[in-house]
């Protein structure tokens, strides 16, 4: 099959979407005109056959839906003809964007290959060309209706931001999607140089089981890397009679390389940007709430954070506010400033969980240092790995579990 997309202006003249052959006249331009309105151009009117054989009729053409109609939502639009092969298709919506489409291999029809979009009214050129070279045009119009029910989603990327190695691209939805792979093909994402990576279905901490799909690659992003993800998700069923209602495109780069590796047995830190490896005096979980393993990618950071015991299901163990926040789980793992890491940091551990860093200006220098998307993997801890939806986990699961997490594997 072969791919026909072309941009056509959305003020081109309506005909009638039924083309049938038959008697005629000619339209303001000349060409010959079936009853049905559609333009045949080729042979005049009225001239003759070529000696000993009969004339060829025209090729007819049948655009569904048809001419005024209303499209239903999740249905293409096929455009099919008799007597002759199809030479071109466009759909156009009525903000100059093209739909594209399949023509099969014989040239008996057309159809759309993308959703389309909610509320939008398409123009429609098609051209047909019978056994003798004759061309049939036809033109029309038709609506898409509103969604009675809308799937919102968000994307946890910014438009021309920069993020760390291990930023994944993570995108969330209001309700559960059932069909999971209609969203995930209606997603893309393209890199320069190009990068090996998928998609993957991941349950969320506070989130419903299909509310949540993540993008990595293979490995860490290199730095330098363009990311472009785009969500082409306006008019894409999402099951249980919702469709997505918007489409968007991210932009963003890559920044430096920065891994912080946090041994508890040793009670270090140690900072890889790739020059000069830093080594950081920490304590962590004590071991009766000792601190998550595995990696964790920072989600976000706060110079000046409440912290809540209540929240996180400690009691009244603390309430107050902390310094220099980099947050790493949605469970509520922070790497902070903590004023026992003063005395306790390269000995022991005594948090709640957290990996605390001294008053000194040693946590203010690492919270100055880091941004959103840059890694921390804790190792020789008591707990058990963090869970993949527990904040940024994505990096936990090996290459091929991780594929196994995609819809259209």
């Not at 759909?91 to 759309?112: C, F, I, L, M, R």
């Amino acid at each position: 099959m072969r791919r026909t997309t072309v941009t056509v202006l959305a003020a081109l003249a309506v005909f009638s979407a039924a083309c049938t052959g038959g008697g005629g006249g000619k339209s303001d331009d000349g060409k010959a005109r079936p009853a049905d309105g559609s333009v045949v151009s080729g042979a005049p009117v009225g001239a003759p056959a070529s000696p000993g054989s009969p004339a060829a009729p025209a090729a007819a053409l049948t655009v569904t839906p048809a001419d005024g109609a209303k499209l239903t939502l999740g249905q293409p639009v096929t455009v099919a003809v008799t007597g002759g092969r199809i030479g071109g298709v466009t759909v156009t919506a009525d903000d100059g964007s093209a739909v594209p489409g399949e023509t099969a291999q014989d040239g008996s029809q057309w159809h759309s290959t993308a959703a389309l979009h909610v509320g939008t009214t398409y123009s429609v050129v098609a051209t047909a060309t019978n056994a003798t070279g004759q061309e049939t045009r036809q033109t029309s119009k038709f609506s898409t209706p509103a969604a009675d029910k809308k799937l919102t989603w968000q994307v946890n990327v910014s438009n021309g931001h920069q993020y760390g190695v291990g930023m994944p691209i993570s995108v969330t939805f209001d309700q559960p999607v059932t069909d999971r792979a209609a969203v995930e093909r209606a997603l893309t994402v393209t890199t320069e140089p190009k990068v090996e990576g998928s998609w993957s279905w991941v349950k969320d901490r506070n989130l419903n089981d299909g509310q949540r799909i993540d993008f990595r690659p293979r490995d860490y992003w290199q730095p330098g890397t363009k990311v472009t993800v785009k969500a082409a998700l306006n008019g894409v069923p999402t099951g249980g009679g919702r469709f997505g209602a918007r489409d968007a495109e991210v932009s963003f780069t890559i920044a430096r390389h920065l891994v912080a590796t946090v041994d508890l047995k040793t009670h270090e830190m140690t900072v890889d940007d790739g020059k000069t490896p830093v080594k950081i005096p920490v304590t962590g979980g004590a071991p009766a709430t000792p601190t998550w393993g595995g990696t964790m990618v920072v989600m976000d950071k706060d110079p000046h954070l409440l912290m809540d015991s209540r929240t996180v299901g400690f009691a009244d163990a603390y309430h107050d506010y902390y310094d220099w926040a980099v947050h790493l789980t949605t469970s509520g793992t922070y790497l902070h400033e903590n004023h026992r890491a003063d005395t306790e940091a390269g000995h022991n551990n005594v948090t709640h969980g957290c990996v605390g860093l001294a008053t000194d200006g040693t946590a203010q220098s690492f919270y100055n240092r880091v941004i959103p998307g840059d890694v921390v993997i804790v190792k020789n801890t008591t707990e058990k790995t963090v869970a993949t939806g527990n904040g940024y986990g994505d990096w936990n699961p090996d290459w091929t579990a991780w594929q196994a997490g995609s819809a259209l594997k």
